[in-house]
Nanobody, 115 residues
């Protein structure tokens, strides 16, 4: 069974940094491109950043230049380095397949940015 376990969230002041991790089970890294998604209260889930199996990255305009996605195939883990955080980055962050998030959603990790 494919599982995705997100971690690394927390409470941070505006301008601060966090590094999120997504540990995947199974052969996910050999099959899927991966993305980080987020969902803020009252809003739809949106793509934040993505990385292909070949290492090509893609970012939402709102995080371009502040967030960096990377993957470590040996550890079956994808990371999201988030710098210069803003209050509008507050959301639950999830990882899933990209561009179609067809995998079972994990529990996500809460990121809260205070002003």
């Amino acid at each position: 069974q494919v599982q995705l376990v997100e971690s690394g969230g927390g409470l941070v002041q505006a301008g601060g940094s966090l590094r999120l991790s997504c540990a995947a089970s199974g052969s996910i890294f050999s099959i899927f491109n991966l993305g980080w998604y987020r969902q803020a209260p009252g809003k739809q889930r949106e793509l934040v950043a993505a990385i292909t199996r070949g290492g090509i990255t893609n970012y939402a305009d709102s995080v371009q230049g502040r967030f960096t996605i990377s993957r470590d195939s040996a550890k079956n883990t994808v990371y999201l380095q988030m710098n210069s955080l803003k209050p509008e980055d507050t959301a639950v962050y999830y990882c899933n397949a990209y561009p179609d998030p067809t995998l079972y959603w994990g529990q996500g990790t809460q990121v809260t940015v205070s002003s």
